[in-house]
């Protein structure tokens, strides 16, 4: 990352790391204000980052270089593939540093810079996040956000912006000129990278809320099957019916979309919404395979051994002919990314596609996705906030089956 | 789009139509040098194209009347979504008449600027593409060069670059400098803009191939069935080891890439190929859903009804539980995306995945597509040139079933 305090570099971080990670690209943030805090102490006041204050220039150094060490051995001991550097690492001296230290390990490097115009935007990012960061912890707000002004003061004085014509032009970056609405990028190769710059250009701040529900309940989930298109039951459709006055009621006249499947069912449920609706193919359920349309029982009794492997290992597992969650997932991306792009959404699913993208948002891993709790005739709402996604859930009063199967304790702790 | 002469502009404008209309986006390029033609005759002398003579300055406008007249025409009366304006473009002036005229019919405006500052590729360009251009016709080679040259100067000494300080910061637009090596973005807005400019992101011009093989022969392809992860037939088997050889002959020492998708055929038809090897979900056969394993018999006797949809309207049949030829184009979409970033590649796949990616880049219509002759036991080598692809077929002689369709005369033929 390259740029100034409060400039959402570790907004920026973390998202881009939430995304690769639940891609399954190994992914780590190394945040060098945390190195600092460890070694040289939480309350350092501004002038500790005064470009002419060699001691604090020096100590600022030795916490970037401790976290660059850590790093490389992340990269060398754990299989790491993508690691963020968070730091506003904001003169070319620093940056040829970077570039140097990991021409030795063979690692590629990608500046992400963030140059923010608009007064008001730094002003909030202060707001929001840095008055609440462990260097300000117990300040009184004002101290704390003059201090924090100080302390940008003297980044300003030294700071470089990423330069083609001052030897950074074969460097790799993109620059981020006021939440992307300018991007600027050079030199970026593969595929990785491409995508990250693609990401980038479609992430956007503004307040919103995306609503998940599950379709009403089916004729299917009565049955205790899986899979298949079949419609919805009588519950389902006094679902279906009550779902317009719970959005209504939570969003007042704003805008929003409605995103469906392609199976009956969701659309079913969608039916009653008066807002502008969108089917989409990669939102159909996981495909079973040969199991479409089996109980669990007869998957059981027919299926045993895959009966067993799935629970094992739910993410990875693939139904015979059918998918995995992790095919989902991927499956799923261009959603995630058109979620990045888009404001208020109503999304009516189904139970593991909701599991996945659920996953996404709240940062769950890979063991715990396909066990999300994704109820029947209830509304989710999340609503992102800078570095957490805040959650609701309102259940309508309209009973329906549980369709949930709890992660089973392992054989060796049913045998004790 | 914005440039000047010989800077691949008509070439990125085919490159994005294409891609568009292979997404089912109705897509068309309005070149006014066609138009230009029309109007004033095709073999104009550089002195045309001098800002100075303004008589020649005024015939161009008119030309770019023409086609914007054209253009706006087309959506309207034809429901065009994305037209691509391929011109120079190159005056802020030009761009500001553009940008009024489409205001007034609620058309929105992406300029595509190419920059290209090696002198290399420019000569190249003017060899590959200009002095084959209907300007030139019958011309000395030499002659049209220079008189080319003395055009591009005529043209330089109007030139503007888009420039955010001048007037244009709220623009949408994407500048590429040196075919994508630095890309700057500017107000990009909407899921097209955002899928137009990661495209262009991704384009290259090195010269490549690319190949294309079905898996050997299967034992589902013997028994006629469709669908499965059956294994390779005993000729299959023999194809697969043939396979090396053809490529080796073909390729030399180059570096090659070898995907598959994830089923068993394609898996072992590449089993003796000694190049990096990749699996992609996204390259497995088209989903025949309830079909899936059934002979083309058995499906008219079950399903006659089916059969007889897919037959009228063969891109868009879905089968039930599956899919249709628009949803595999649509989960190809990555793989095309990647297939434009790499350079050699051999695609070991399936008759209907295959057919998809062949028709994206020989711009085959839908109606054509889910047609292609993709036999087995035959390797396909497209070269991507500057407008269309070379096209070569390797038969390796071994025999195999004949698994191709052809489209069924319409009943009404066929009671004539």
Chains 1, 2 share one sequence.
Not at 333 to 339: A, D, G, N, R
Request: proline residues 4%; charged residues 30%.
């Amino acid at each position: 990352m390259v740029g100034l305090p409060a400039r959402g570099k570790t907004y920026i971080a973390q998202k881009v790391c939430r995304y690769l990670q639940w891609l399954s690209v190994s992914t780590k943030v190394f945040n060098v204000g945390n190195y600092r805090r460890k070694l040289h102490g939480a309350h350092q006041m501004h002038s500790f980052f005064d470009p002419h204050n060699t001691e604090g220039e020096s100590a600022r150094k030795e916490a970037a270089l401790e976290a660059l060490k850590d790093m490389i051995k992340w990269f060398l001991e754990e299989d790491g593939t993508v690691a963020i550097f968070d730091a506003t690492n904001s003169t070319r001296e620093r940056r040829c540093m970077i570039i140097d230290y990991c021409k030795k390990y063979d690692v590629q490097v990608m500046f992400i810079e963030s140059i923010c115009q608009d007064e008001s935007l730094i002003l909030q990012n202060i707001m929001d996040v840095k008055l609440s960061s462990p260097d300000y912890k117990d300040m009184d707000p004002e101290k704390a956000a003059e201090d924090f002004r100080a302390r940008i003061s003297h980044y300003e004085e030294a700071y470089e912006t990423l330069n083609e014509m001052k030897n950074e032009s074969d460097y790799t970056y993109a620059k981020l000129i006021n939440v992307g609405s300018q991007v600027m990028i050079n030199m970026i190769q593969g595929y990785l990278q491409s995508r990250i710059v693609y990401y980038l250009m479609n992430l956007h701040i503004l307040p919103r809320n995306i609503f998940f529900s599950r379709h009403g309940e089916s004729v299917y989930n009565l049955e205790g099957k899986i899979g298949g298109d079949s419609k919805l039951s009588p519950r389902g459709r006094k679902y279906a019916l009550a779902l317009p006055e719970l959005i209504k009621a939570n969003l007042g006249d704003q805008p929003l979309t409605v995103w469906t499947s392609t199976l009956k069912r969701t659309i079913e449920t969608a039916k009653h919404l008066q807002y502008p609706k969108l089917q989409w193919k990669a939102l159909d359920e996981l495909d079973a395979g040969v199991c479409d349309g089996m109980t669990y029982e007869e998957i059981e009794a027919k299926y045993p051994e895959d009966y067993f492997n799935r629970d094992e290992d739910k993410f990875n597992y693939r139904y015979r002919g059918g998918e995995s969650y992790r095919d989902v997932v991927y499956r799923l991306e261009p959603v995630i990314m058109e979620l990045e792009r888009q404001q208020n959404i109503l999304i009516i699913g189904h139970q593991a596609i909701l599991r996945c993208i659920y996953a996404y948002f709240q940062k769950l891993s890979q063991d715990d996705l396909p066990y999300v709790k994704i109820p029947l005739h209830t509304v989710i709402k999340l609503t992102p906030k800078a570095y957490t996604c805040q959650e609701e859930r309102y259940k309508i009063d309209i009973d329906a089956v549980d369709t949930h199967r709890p992660k089973p304790k392992r054989p060796t702790d049913v045998s004790n």
